[in-house]
């Protein structure tokens, strides 16, 4: 049974940048592709970013593109999300999940932008 722990949340002002990163235990994801979501209260979880098994081909959301990266290390067994210009709006718990949240879900980790 994989664990998945979320961790680099915390509170920054707009315009700041945050790195989360997704650890796993129990079992090694490197064969396959992972995802970050988010969840803002009272909104239902949605798509960040995802990447290839590989790690060779990445996938956002128009709302992050082009100031999120995700990557991964698959001898570390980790997936980060390195959040840059962050926004008011990105405001929510943070998750990461094989894209077809085939894992048990994580507690996730809080990242607050403060206008």
């Known amino acids: 049974q994989v664990q998945l722990v979320e961790s680099g949340g915390g509170l920054v002002q707009a315009g700041g940048s945050l790195r989360l990163s997704c650890a796993a235990s129990?079992?090694?994801?490197?064969?396959?592709?992972m995802g970050w979501f988010r969840q803002a209260p009272g909104k239902e979880r949605e798509f960040v970013a995802a990447?290839?098994?590989?790690?060779?081909?990445?996938y956002y959301a128009d709302s992050v593109k082009g100031r999120f990266t995700i990557s991964r290390d698959t001898v570390k067994n980790e997936v980060y999300l390195q959040m840059n210009s962050l926004k008011p709006e990105d405001t929510a718990v943070y998750y990461c999940?094989?894209?077809?949240?085939?894992?048990?879900w994580g507690q996730g980790t809080q990242v607050t932008v403060s206008s």
């Open positions: 990447i290839s098994w590989s790690g060779g081909n990445t």
């Open positions: 129990g079992r090694t994801f490197s064969s396959y592709a």
């Open positions: 999940n094989r894209i077809d949240s085939g894992f048990r």
